[in-house]
């Protein structure tokens, strides 16, 4: 995406340490990491990856309507 760094907390023992992770990357939590630039876009970004891991989550909205049943 972009050269811009999201700074993470990520709990050690009982403190906390810094993480730096590029815009565009996997964050330490395992979702994806966008500076404020690219927030806005993260929807786009995530139903139109060609990763197949990826594809589940544009079909939330489908599996929320097929409650009504």
């Known amino acids: 995406m972009c050269d811009n760094k999201i700074t993470y907390y990520v709990p050690k023992g009982f403190d906390?340490?810094?993480h730096l992770?590029?815009?565009?990357?996997?964050?330490p939590f395992g979702g994806l990491a966008l500076c404020e630039q690219h927030e806005h876009e993260r929807l786009y970004i995530l139903t139109k990856s060609d990763e197949p891991e990826d594809a589940s989550?544009?079909?939330c909205d489908w599996f929320e309507n097929t409650r009504d049943w």
């Open 57 to 59: 989550y544009q079909d």
């Open 21 to 27: 992770v590029q815009c565009g990357r996997t964050d």
């Open 16 to 18: 906390y340490r810094e």
